[in-house]
């Protein structure tokens, strides 16, 4: 399992800087602050195990996070803080959730070059674009009208040409496009839409953060397994043992 | 005549407590609940910083007495509203400040806006007492008795109309208050009055109520303004009382579909629901309902549904009723009877009258009961025995919903109310809780432990053997059986289970490979938990766990206090990466406000009483007259806090309690300082010290009494009507209160009479001690529980009159005073 996903986090990201050489001059600016980014990035990963998996979070992932201009995805008067490792208002009581988690999420969806991906909750559209370059094709659905055009503009403008955004109701997901290898919620629920886990893919992937706004308290992973069982794990972000002293009870 | 000249006092000391209650619901729903505790400490800023104005300024200001009062109190209705619609227009983000600290300027900016109020309304008192040193009592009485009136009355006031508009009352009263001072103006005190009277009128009536909405100025991160995002939501209903705003919204377009604890395996799609948000947030939904079961069948693959599956036609209580979900789950599951309680009537009037239609007329049916009640108390007082006592994922029976006191006590999960619910089952029956479940578990954890507690209470040999614990992703249900659980029910447990993806975390005879199979967590928490918790390493594993997870009693009734200090730095490092979510940011604001107004009380109280010594003169020991009103201050509150926290459970509802215990307080305190100059003479002898010594042993000796006797008191006389159960509660406060309205006038008179430039601090002194005494008896009773917090208090006050005893030089007899103001 693991050499193939090297290999497709390879693949990807050739394909991630590809992608991104093609966009715009803005891809440029501030790339200090993102390299920056991604140390703490790194270092978070480093102590939070259980929703890292294997050797830590794809440096795929973390060579597309470093490209993509996030201070071009949040409101102008936030623009100073974009490479900060924080969640960020960006209007209609909406996040652009924080870069850690984002990384976080991006690897656990573990999407390869010819995957389909969903994702629920367009925001900013950030989410969108990390994942472009590691999927054939991204579609991402935002409730709410200002927010969903105004990501469908940007991603445009900033030429992630495999991305469609549609305004709608994220609960039946996208049937004309699925399966989908992965998914990714970002819209807070009180349970999991059915049509979600009808459109993921046997062997695909589901993400959900769970919490409230500004403080993600885990990462939901959904999994159909080949025989179309389903099964969830709750990642924490955060290396945390509740017992002191680490043991456990018996 | 002379009554009429200390109506303004009242008036305005009504006005500022009100005020204070108001703010405190307003804030619940711009903000969140927590920041109800911030409220007292802006008021205690008001406070500490007026007494240093006056005390500065006396001697100009007593020149023009009634226009100083006049001016203030006006000052008072301006800034009232002023500055609330100036506060709420910040652009403060509470749920940002772990991210951005600039978050903390907007935070002081809003305290810098909502002190002055406060600064004007204790500005007119701290004059009063300036003013009439004579009569000390009596404006203490008018002071008390309008507070008393004021907390009562805005409680009242909020039934009738919505907070802003009641914010209008308050400011009006304000206004009100000056008219009648400005009338003793000697020159155009007519005109005065005639257009402070007018200015009142016209608040009432005239101003935009778009100045004050809340609705626009909630947060964006609040459910209801996140609801209304969505295209073609609306509000289609809105209430509300003292007991929280509740907002009935529908979303044709994208709809609520609230489920929690929904199974993976469910591909039903919830019908049309109309969302009930209390205070803009925690929300309850409706479901439409036409009487075909199978349009709701969803509700039988819930986690909360598996104690049906136990049980056949059973009579079923649900602590909590809602929008009406688990009812419609009741009738579905062939439920004979049930009973459903509720305890905010506009909430039944929602759901039984004005949707009644919508939810398919459920609380309608014969075999549905709805009862308006506090959960705890009609499981305590019902004589009916039911096959299943349901409490759902409702916590809209909380004081902390209220908002009044945004004390979070919570009679619904003590170790008390299981054994009371335990009692309601019929033989074989079982009580279900459904909580969120949090990761790493406090909540649920912690009603294990709980569960555990109770069952050996009531004298379970292996309490393991009544537990059954199933948890989906984001919810898990606890049952409880009056017999152990047999192998059917056992094996009916796991079939529930496994048809669902929910996961087993403790049924009789369970082994490690039944856990963690569908819902998978790095560790599982709640099966190793509970096998700790119920071996002899009970103790250590509480002891270890980084969460307080000690089961809730109703001296303790904390469920919901998680906090354990030494998790703090670590979680505190642990922020940006989830640590934030972990921590329990309602004790760490408690901390911090206690802070705050410790370090507000001394810079606004001491230096300046430290720089001022030389006019207060020799005669008067300052630290020890310091301390006396400090100590008055602290023990006052601290009882009457402690019995606005035990007699939530007597009178059977937050708002009851904080209502007739903080008016009873206030009305008989305010007597009690009536009467004190005549205890003094016929009682003390004509001394003060003594006076006060007798006050505080019957003070001593009925605390004393009422820590050993109101268990058993509240425990014969539960079941009584309201009506009789609050003139019982104002009887037993009655005599208490009394004796606790003497020490404060009787003190003044002493310490007035050595000096008239020290009453401005002894008011002062007194009223910032008052106000961290509601906040340290908050935390106090968290970790000494009720009896600790009157124990405390007991102390205070029999060491009291030794401060004064012992000044040097002094002389019982104030007419004997030969010092006078130095100023």
């Given at each position: 399992?693991?050499?193939?996903?090297?290999?497709?986090?390879?693949?990807?990201?050739?394909?991630?800087?590809?992608?991104?050489?093609?966009?715009s001059?803005?891809?440029?600016?501030?790339?200090?602050?993102?390299?920056?980014?991604?140390?703490?990035?790194?270092?978070?990963?480093?102590?939070?195990?259980?929703?890292?998996?294997?050797?830590?979070?794809?440096?795929?992932?973390?060579?597309?996070?470093?490209?993509?201009?996030?201070?071009?995805?949040?409101?102008?008067?936030?623009?100073?803080?974009?490479?900060?490792?924080?969640?960020l208002?960006?209007?209609?009581?909406?996040t652009?959730?924080?870069?850690?988690?984002?990384?976080?999420?991006?690897?656990?969806?573990?999407?390869?070059?010819?995957?389909?991906?969903?994702?629920?909750?367009?925001?900013?559209?950030?989410?969108?674009?990390?994942?472009?370059?590691?999927?054939?094709?991204?579609?991402?659905?935002?409730i709410?009208?200002?927010?969903?055009?105004?990501?469908?503009?940007?991603?445009?403008?900033?030429r992630?040409?495999?991305?469609?955004?549609?305004?709608?109701?994220?609960?039946?997901?996208w049937?004309?496009?699925?399966?989908?290898?992965?998914?990714?919620?970002?819209?807070?629920?009180?349970?999991?839409?059915?049509?979600?886990?009808?459109?993921?893919?046997?062997?695909?992937?589901?993400?959900?953060?769970?919490?409230?706004?500004?403080?993600t308290?885990?990462?939901?992973?959904?999994?159909?397994?080949?025989?179309?069982?389903?099964?969830?794990?709750?990642?924490?972000?955060?290396?945390?043992?509740?017992?002191?002293?680490?043991?456990?009870?018996? | 005549?002379?009554?009429?000249?200390?109506?303004?006092?009242?008036?305005?000391?009504?006005?500022?407590?009100?005020?204070?209650?108001?703010?405190?619901?307003?804030?619940?729903?711009?903000?969140?609940?927590?920041?109800?505790?911030?409220?007292?400490?802006?008021?205690?800023?008001?406070?500490g910083?007026?007494?240093?104005?006056?005390?500065?300024?006396r001697?100009?200001?007593?020149?023009?007495?009634?226009?100083?009062?006049?001016?203030?109190?006006?000052?008072?209705?301006?800034?009232?509203?002023a500055?609330?619609?100036?506060?709420?227009?910040?652009?403060?983000?509470?749920?940002?400040?772990?991210?951005?600290?600039?978050?903390?300027?907007?935070?002081?900016?809003?305290?810098?806006l909502?002190?002055?109020?406060?600064?004007?309304?204790?500005?007119?008192?701290?004059?009063?007492?300036?003013?009439?040193?004579?009569?000390?009592?009596?404006?203490?009485?008018?002071?008390?008795?309008?507070?008393?009136?004021?907390?009562?009355?805005?409680?009242?006031?909020?039934?009738?109309?919505?907070?802003?508009?009641?914010?209008?009352?308050?400011?009006?009263?304000?206004?009100?208050?000056?008219?009648?001072?400005?009338?003793?103006?000697?020159?155009?005190g007519?005109?005065?009055?005639?257009?402070?009277?007018?200015?009142?009128?016209?608040?009432?009536?005239?101003?935009?109520?778009?100045?004050?909405?809340?609705?626009?100025?909630?947060?964006?991160?609040?459910?209801?303004?996140?609801?209304?995002?969505?295209?073609?939501?609306?509000?289609?209903?809105?209430?509300?009382?003292?007991?929280?705003?509740?907002?009935?919204?529908?979303?044709?377009?994208?709809?609520?579909?609230?489920?929690?604890?929904?199974?993976?395996a469910?591909?039903?799609?919830?019908?049309?629901?109309?969302?009930?948000?209390?205070?803009?947030?925690?929300?309850?939904?409706?479901t439409?309902?036409?009487?075909?079961?199978?349009?709701?069948?969803?509700?039988?693959?819930?986690?909360?549904?598996?104690?049906?599956?136990?049980?056949?036609?059973?009579?079923?209580?649900?602590?909590?009723?809602?929008?009406?979900?688990?009812?419609?789950?009741?009738?579905?599951?062939?439920?004979?009877?049930?009973?459903?309680?509720?305890?905010?009537p506009?909430?039944?009037?929602?759901?039984?009258?004005?949707?009644?239609?919508?939810?398919?007329?459920?609380?309608?049916?014969?075999?549905?009961?709805?009862?308006?009640?506090?959960?705890?108390?009609?499981?305590?007082?019902?004589?009916e025995?039911?096959?299943?006592?349901?409490?759902?994922?409702?916590?809209?029976?909380?004081?902390?919903?209220?908002?009044?006191?945004?004390?979070?006590?919570?009679?619904?999960?003590?170790?008390?109310a299981?054994?009371?619910?335990?009692?309601?089952?019929?033989?074989?029956?079982?009580?279900?809780?459904?909580?969120?479940?949090?990761?790493?578990?406090?909540?649920?954890?912690?009603?294990?432990?709980?569960?555990?507690?109770?069952?050996?209470?009531?004298?379970?040999?292996?309490?393991?053997?009544?537990?059954?614990?199933?948890?989906?992703?984001?919810?898990?249900?606890?049952?409880?059986?009056?017999?152990?659980?047999?192998?059917?029910?056992?094996?009916?447990?796991?079939?529930?289970?496994?048809?669902?993806?929910?996961d087993?975390?403790?049924?009789?005879?369970?082994?490690?490979?039944?856990?963690?199979?569908?819902?998978?967590?790095?560790?599982?928490?709640?099966?190793?938990?509970?096998?700790?918790?119920?071996?002899?390493?009970r103790?250590?594993?509480?002891?270890?766990y980084?969460?307080?997870?000690?089961?809730?009693?109703?001296?303790?009734?904390?469920f919901?206090?998680?906090?354990?200090?030494?998790?703090?730095?670590?979680?505190?490092?642990?922020?940006?990466?989830?640590?934030?979510?972990?921590?329990?940011?309602?004790?760490?604001?408690?901390?911090?406000?206690?802070?705050?107004?410790?370090?507000?009380?001394?810079?606004?109280?001491?230096?300046?009483l430290?720089?001022?010594r030389?006019?207060?003169?020799?005669?008067?020991p300052?630290?020890?007259?310091?301390?006396?009103?400090?100590?008055?201050g602290?023990?006052?509150?601290f009882?009457?806090?402690?019995?606005?926290?035990?007699?939530?459970?007597?009178?059977?509802?937050?708002?009851?309690a904080?209502?007739?215990?903080?008016?009873?307080?206030?009305?008989?305190?305010?007597?009690?300082?009536?009467?004190?100059?005549?205890?003094?003479?016929?009682?003390?002898?004509?001394?003060a010290?003594?006076?006060?010594?007798?006050?505080?042993?019957?003070?001593?000796?009925?605390?004393?009494?009422?820590?050993?006797?109101?268990?058993?008191?509240?425990?014969?006389?539960?079941?009584?009507?309201?009506?009789a159960?609050?003139?019982?509660?104002l009887?037993?406060?009655?005599?208490?209160?009394?004796?606790?309205?003497?020490?404060f006038?009787?003190?003044?008179s002493?310490?007035?009479?050595?000096?008239?430039?020290?009453?401005?601090?002894?008011?002062?002194?007194?009223?910032?001690?008052?106000?961290?005494?509601?906040?340290?008896?908050?935390?106090?009773?968290?970790?000494v529980?009720?009896?600790?917090?009157?124990?405390?208090?007991?102390?205070?006050?029999?060491?009291?009159?030794?401060?004064?005893?012992?000044?040097?030089?002094?002389s019982?007899?104030?007419?004997?005073?030969?010092?006078?103001?130095?100023?």
């Open positions: 399992m693991r050499p193939l996903t090297q290999c497709k986090a390879l693949l990807a990201a050739v394909l991630a800087s590809a992608a991104v050489v093609s966009t001059a803005p891809a440029q600016d501030r790339a200090g602050e993102r390299a920056a980014m991604i140390e703490t990035i790194k270092s978070h990963a480093r102590s939070a195990p259980s929703a890292v998996e294997g050797q830590g979070i794809d440096p795929a992932v973390l060579a597309t996070m470093a490209k993509v201009p996030r201070h071009l995805f949040v409101p102008e008067e936030q623009r100073g803080a974009a490479y900060g490792d924080r969640p208002p960006i209007g209609h009581g909406q652009i959730s924080q870069p850690f988690i984002v990384a976080l999420m991006t690897d656990l969806i573990n999407a390869g070059p010819g995957d389909a991906v969903l994702e629920i909750g367009t925001g900013s559209g950030y989410q969108a674009a990390v994942l472009s370059p590691h999927a054939a094709k991204v579609y991402s659905i935002e709410i009208p200002e927010l969903g055009q105004r990501a469908a503009a940007r991603l445009a403008e900033l992630y040409g495999n991305v469609e955004v549609k305004v709608g109701d994220g609960y039946y997901g049937p004309e496009h699925a399966p989908f290898d992965g998914i990714v919620v970002t819209a807070a629920a009180s349970h999991i839409p059915p049509p979600l886990v009808e459109q993921l893919a046997k062997g695909g992937r589901m993400v959900v953060p769970v919490g409230a706004p500004f403080a308290q885990f990462l939901m992973l959904v999994e159909k397994r080949q025989d179309g069982s389903i099964t969830t794990r709750q990642l924490l972000p955060v290396g945390f043992v509740p017992l002191r002293g680490g043991g456990r009870a018996r | 005549m002379r009554a009429g000249r200390l109506l303004p006092v009242g008036l305005i000391s009504a006005a500022t407590l009100a005020y204070e209650v108001l703010l405190m619901r307003l804030f619940s729903i711009i903000q969140w609940h927590q920041f109800a505790y911030m409220i007292i400490s802006i008021a205690l800023l008001g406070f910083a007026s007494g240093t104005f006056v005390a500065l300024a001697r100009p200001l007593m020149q023009r007495y009634p226009a100083a009062f006049a001016a203030s109190a006006a000052l008072f209705g301006i800034t009232a509203i500055s609330f619609a100036g506060a709420e227009r910040l652009p403060f983000n509470a749920l940002e400040i772990v991210w951005n600290p600039r978050q903390l300027g907007w935070l002081a900016a809003s305290y810098a909502l002190i002055l109020p406060f600064f004007f309304g204790a500005t007119c008192i701290g004059l009063a007492f300036s003013r009439h040193p004579d009569e000390i009592g009596r404006v203490y009485a008018f002071d008390l008795i309008g507070a008393g009136i004021g907390a009562l009355g805005i409680v009242g006031l909020l039934f009738l109309v919505f907070p802003t508009a009641a914010l209008r009352f308050v400011a009006a009263l304000g206004f009100a208050a000056a008219a009648l001072a400005a009338s003793g103006i000697a020159r155009h007519r005109l005065a009055a005639g257009s402070l009277g007018l200015a009142a009128a016209v608040i009432v009536v005239w101003l935009p109520a778009s100045f004050t909405a809340t609705g626009p100025h909630m947060s964006e991160y609040k459910g209801l303004r996140m609801a209304l995002e969505v295209p073609n939501a609306r509000v289609v209903e809105e209430q509300s009382s003292p007991l929280g705003l509740l907002t009935v919204v529908e979303s044709p377009t994208v709809p609520f579909r609230y489920a929690p604890g929904l199974s993976l469910n591909v039903q799609e919830p019908p049309a629901q109309l969302a009930v948000f209390s205070d803009g947030d925690s929300i309850t939904a409706m439409a309902y036409g009487g075909d079961p199978a349009t709701v069948a969803y509700l039988g693959r819930t986690a909360a549904a598996l104690p049906y599956r136990l049980l056949a036609r059973p009579r079923v209580l649900v602590l909590g009723a809602g929008g009406g979900e688990q009812v419609l789950l009741a009738l579905n599951a062939g439920a004979d009877n049930v009973d459903a309680v509720e305890v905010n506009q909430m039944i009037e929602l759901s039984r009258n004005r949707f009644a239609s919508f939810v398919g007329g459920i609380f309608n049916r014969p075999n549905v009961n709805l009862h308006l009640a506090e959960a705890r108390a009609f499981a305590a007082t019902t004589g025995r039911y096959d299943l006592i349901q409490i759902p994922l409702l916590d809209s029976f909380s004081a902390a919903a209220a908002g009044v006191q945004s004390m979070h006590e919570n009679y619904t999960y003590t170790v008390e299981l054994r009371d619910y335990l009692a309601a089952l019929r033989p074989d029956g079982v009580v279900a809780i459904t909580r969120w479940l949090r990761v790493p578990p406090r909540d649920v954890l912690k009603l294990l432990a709980t569960a555990i507690a109770a069952l050996e209470a009531e004298g379970v040999p292996e309490p393991g053997r009544h537990l059954a614990l199933i948890r989906s992703w984001n919810t898990a249900t606890l049952v409880v059986a009056k017999l152990p659980f047999g192998g059917e029910d056992v094996a009916a447990i796991r079939g529930f289970a496994g048809e669902n993806f929910f087993i975390s403790w049924v009789p005879d369970i082994s490690a490979s039944d856990v963690n199979r569908y819902n998978q967590l790095d560790q599982e928490y709640l099966y190793e938990g509970a096998l700790a918790l119920l071996s002899p390493d103790a250590d594993f509480t002891e270890r980084k969460f307080d997870i000690a089961p809730a009693t109703d001296n303790r009734p904390y919901f206090d998680f906090f354990r200090w030494r998790a703090l730095p670590e979680l505190l490092t642990l922020r940006t990466q989830g640590g934030a979510a972990m921590l329990d940011w309602g004790y760490l604001i408690l901390v911090t406000t206690l802070v705050q107004a410790t370090i507000l009380s001394t810079v606004l109280i001491l230096l300046p430290w720089f001022r030389r006019a207060l003169g020799r005669a008067v300052r630290l020890r007259f310091g301390l006396y009103f400090l100590a008055l602290l023990a006052f509150l009882i009457e806090i402690a019995f606005i926290q035990r007699f939530m459970l007597f009178l059977g509802h937050p708002l009851y904080v209502a007739v215990v903080l008016a009873g307080f206030l009305a008989f305190a305010g007597f009690g300082s009536a009467v004190a100059a005549r205890w003094k003479a016929a009682v003390g002898g004509g001394s010290v003594r006076a006060i010594t007798l006050a505080v042993v019957v003070i001593g000796f009925l605390a004393g009494t009422y820590l050993i006797a109101l268990p058993s008191i509240f425990e014969r006389l539960l079941a009584l009507p309201d009506a159960k609050i003139a019982i509660a009887l037993l406060i009655a005599p208490l209160a009394v004796f606790m309205g003497m020490p006038p009787l003190g003044l002493h310490v007035g009479a050595r000096s008239e430039e020290f009453l401005p601090w002894a008011w002062g002194i007194n009223g910032c001690a008052s106000v961290l005494s509601a906040i340290l008896a908050a935390l106090l009773a968290m970790h529980g009720f009896t600790g917090v009157v124990t405390i208090a007991t102390i205070l006050y029999l060491a009291a009159p030794a401060l004064l005893a012992g000044s040097r030089g002094s019982p007899d104030r007419n004997r005073s030969r010092t006078k103001p130095s100023a």
